[in-house]
């Protein structure tokens, strides 16, 4: 079993930055990938960000390339998100998610992944 704790989310400006995070315990050697999920009141889940666990390729989604940015640290079992330059469009519930076995052509799928996160609230004021 895997368990996944997001932290890291607040209120910011926009244009401003948060950095979140998503510490992962338990059966880490079974994982091949996490990624990071949100979604805002109203609207349906959709996809941020993915890395995986070995290797570091990485995925984004079209509407935070360049100023999104994901990244491990194995030793510490934990996953980032770096946020810049936010908008109010980011402003959502952001989750964690990871798999042992995902394609990197269903990477963008979040019905792929078996372990989630409780989520953590991004709010963007202007």
């Known amino acids: 079993q895997v368990q996944l704790v997001e932290s890291g989310g607040g209120l910011v400006q926009a244009g401003g930055s948060l950095r979140l995070s998503c510490a992962a315990s338990g059966s880490i050697f079974s994982i091949n990938a996490m990624g990071w999920f949100r979604q805002a009141p109203g609207k349906e889940r959709e996809f941020v960000a993915a890395i995986w666990w070995s290797g570091g390729y990485t995925d984004y989604a079209n509407s935070v390339k360049g100023r999104f940015t994901i990244s491990r640290d194995n030793a510490k079992n934990t996953v980032y998100l770096q946020m810049n330059s936010l908008k109010f469009e980011d402003m959502a519930v952001y989750f964690c998610?990871?798999?042992?076995?995902?394609?990197?052509?269903?990477?963008?799928?979040?019905?792929?992944?078996?372990?989630w996160g409780q989520g953590t609230q991004v709010t963007v004021s202007s």
């Open positions: 998610a990871a798999d042992s076995s995902i394609g990197r052509s269903r990477v963008r799928i979040g019905e792929e992944y078996y372990y």
